[in-house]
């Protein structure tokens, strides 16, 4: 694959099979002057107020993906966005202009003819073409810019695919919409697309091992059972179909019982793993006892608040390897372990301090706030991790305030889903 010099790559190796050509078939000596060919914006290619020169110019106006490379590789990133699986390539079609000036009449026809043959006769670069035009020899190489000596090292012969130049027909409108784009006057011009450039990087992925087999090996046969078919619609490995508190809160608590129910979730070693990627959490959690095939309980360990997804391990029955269900989403919430309801007096300054304890810990980054009645107050200065935090309520209202503690947007617990009907907790904040 080639690296992002690739694009001014292809640039340079036309420019110089142009070039080349142009000499090969003597046009100075044809048309009485030197002929260059150059590769810049039609409105740089005559100066201002100078002579316009005999030259070809090649413009790469337009830079397209390439359809049937878009969608080749499989993704790039694994299902939480972390781990680099493979380094899909940027495929990439080139449009260029080919316009030829020349301040003789029948100058520009002569060149343009010339050009658009020497193309014609070149439809593929081959990689004996785009190592010669990008490594001169070295008695050339010292006098180029340090820019044109780094395409050298552009892996654009060594890329799978090689660059085939095919015309773009374009219409006179379409050709008349770019001439007015780059401000410069029409010169006779014939477009073409240069496919495909493939640009890849070289980070490291993660590597898969190969498959040893597909199943279970027969003793007999020495074959894998290979692909199991069944008559059921209900796959045959543990899968989980909801994941909710047990006591019907939206968010789990550091030891409530959190309840999984699916299908095939009975075994041996049966557990829960707790994944945040944001907290770089990734724990493992024993299951309560009981060995249902549609449900599993756990109780929730003291994780850092926040939304995780959970999957099952178990190893099935008959089977020597633990399994990994599907992931589903759990939200961790914080628990005011203040005794509540407590009363707090206000000072000369009709200020009151609010001291509230919580669990598990907060961490260093995470935001903490006290949502007292209907006011949103912002904690002390603190360093985590912390359980203990002072909040400061300025001109405080008498009376009892409902509370309950925010991290990272997530709220505790505050109505009592058993009570018929639902009611509020006693987690209030008497202000005298």
């Known amino acids: 694959m080639s690296t992002a010099l690739a694009i001014a790559g292809v640039?340079?190796?036309?420019?110089?099979?142009?070039?080349?050509?142009?000499?090969?078939?003597?046009?100075?000596?044809?048309?009485?002057?030197?002929?260059?060919?150059?590769?810049?914006?039609?409105?740089?290619?005559?100066?201002?107020?100078?002579?316009?020169?005999?030259?070809?110019?090649?413009?790469?106006?337009?830079?397209?993906?390439?359809?049937?490379?878009?969608?080749?590789?499989?993704?790039?990133?694994?299902?939480?966005?972390?781990?680099?699986?493979?380094?899909?390539?940027?495929?990439?079609?080139?449009?260029?202009?080919?316009?030829?000036?020349?301040?003789?009449?029948?100058?520009?026809?002569?060149?343009?003819?010339?050009?658009?043959?020497?193309?014609?006769?070149?439809?593929?670069?081959?990689?004996?073409a785009i190592t010669t035009a990008l490594n001169p020899s070295p008695a050339v190489d010292t006098n180029l810019p340090p820019a044109l000596r780094a395409l050298a090292d552009c892996g654009l012969a060594d890329q799978v695919e090689q660059i085939k130049i095919v015309p773009d027909p374009l219409s006179s409108e379409e050709m008349s919409k770019l001439w007015t784009a780059v401000q410069s006057h029409y010169r006779p011009t014939a477009a073409y697309v240069a496919t495909v450039v493939l640009i890849e990087s070289v980070k490291p992925t993660k590597p898969t091992l190969p498959v040893l087999s597909r199943g279970p090996v027969d003793p007999v046969t020495k074959r894998d059972q290979g692909?199991?078919?069944?008559?059921?619609?209900?796959?045959?490995?543990?899968?989980?179909?909801?994941?909710?508190?047990?006591?019907?809160?939206?968010?789990?608590?550091?030891?409530?019982?959190?309840?999984?129910?699916?299908?095939?979730?009975?075994?041996?070693?049966?557990?829960?793993?707790?994944?945040?990627?944001?907290l770089a959490v990734m724990q493992e959690v024993a299951a309560l006892a009981g060995d249902s095939p549609t449900l599993l309980e756990i109780a929730v360990p003291a994780l850092p608040v926040g939304s995780y997804h959970v999957a099952v391990k178990v190893l099935r029955p008959t089977e020597s390897q633990p399994r990994i269900s599907n992931h589903l989403g759990l939200?961790?919430?914080?628990?005011?372990?203040?005794?509540?309801?407590?009363?707090?007096?206000?000072?000369?300054?009709?200020?009151?301090?609010?001291?509230?304890?919580?669990?598990?810990?907060?961490?260093?980054?995470?935001?903490?706030?006290?949502?007292?009645?209907?006011?949103?107050?912002?904690?002390?200065?603190?360093?985590?991790?912390?359980?203990?935090?002072?909040?400061?309520?300025?001109?405080?209202?008498?009376?009892?305030?409902?509370?309950?503690?925010?991290?990272?947007?997530?709220?505790?617990?505050?109505?009592d889903l058993a009570a018929q009907p639902p009611a509020f907790f006693d987690y209030r904040v008497k202000i005298t």
């Open 227 to 278: 692909v199991a078919v069944q008559a059921d619609l209900l796959p045959p490995y543990p899968t989980i179909q909801t994941v909710r508190p047990k006591d019907g809160q939206s968010t789990a608590v550091p030891g409530a019982t959190v309840e999984l129910t699916g299908h095939h979730l009975d075994g041996t070693g049966r557990a829960v793993v707790f994944v945040n990627d944001r």
């Open 11 to 128: 640039t340079a190796v036309l420019r110089d099979l142009l070039n080349d050509g142009l000499i090969n078939h003597n046009v100075s000596g044809l048309l009485g002057s030197t002929v260059t060919v150059s590769a810049l914006p039609p409105d740089r290619v005559v100066p201002v107020n100078g002579t316009e020169s005999t030259q070809l110019n090649l413009f790469l106006h337009q830079v397209t993906f390439n359809q049937g490379w878009r969608n080749h590789a499989l993704p790039s990133r694994d299902g939480s966005g972390t781990q680099r699986l493979s380094n899909p390539p940027l495929a990439l079609d080139l449009h260029y202009l080919v316009s030829a000036y020349s301040a003789e009449e029948l100058g520009s026809e002569i060149l343009l003819g010339y050009a658009m043959q020497l193309l014609h006769e070149t439809p593929v670069l081959d990689r004996k």
């Open 331 to 415: 939200v961790l919430g914080p628990e005011i372990t203040t005794a509540l309801p407590m009363t707090v007096a206000r000072d000369g300054s009709g200020n009151a301090s609010v001291t509230v304890t919580c669990a598990p810990d907060v961490r260093t980054g995470q935001q903490v706030s006290l949502l007292l009645g209907d006011r949103e107050l912002l904690p002390q200065a603190w360093s985590g991790p912390a359980s203990s935090f002072t909040f400061v309520v300025e001109q405080a209202p008498v009376g009892e305030h409902l509370a309950r503690l925010r991290v990272d947007g997530i709220d505790s617990p505050l109505i």
